[in-house]
């Protein structure tokens, strides 16, 4: 069956670095657009930051631009964020999707915390 499973998050101090890692499997991984979202506490869930199957086309949120970075490894069936300057408010849940066609999977989430 279709898992993601994502990895890396954890406590950090602010400025700090995490790379959050997203395992895929059940599905063509080459196939899928895969975005990263987050959701702190008390706030709707926000796309982070996109990244199309080849990996060739990414995008990210302004509130993360020049800060984090998406990619891929279409090998490894695996998607990553590499989150740089932390700031306390990155704190979130962060979740993977996967988006093959007209169907979107999720991960289960990762939690981030930025705090001194």
């Known amino acids: 069956q279709v898992q993601l499973v994502e990895s890396g998050g954890g406590l950090v101090q602010p400025g700090g670095s995490l790379r959050l890692s997203c395992a895929a499997s059940?599905?063509?991984?080459?196939?899928?657009?895969m975005r990263w979202f987050r959701q702190a506490p008390g706030k709707e869930r926000e796309l982070v930051a996109f990244?199309?199957?080849?990996?060739?086309?990414?995008a990210h949120a302004d509130s993360v631009k020049g800060r984090f970075t998406i990619s891929r490894d279409n090998a490894k069936n695996a998607v990553y964020l590499q989150m740089n300057s932390l700031k306390p408010e990155d704190t979130a849940v962060y979740y993977c999707?996967?988006?093959?066609?007209?169907?979107?999977?999720w991960g289960q989430g990762t939690q981030v915390t930025v705090s001194s």
């Open positions: 990244i199309s199957s080849s990996g060739g086309s990414t």
């Open positions: 059940g599905f063509t991984f080459k196939n899928a657009n």
């Open positions: 999707k996967a988006t093959l066609g007209q169907i979107d999977y």
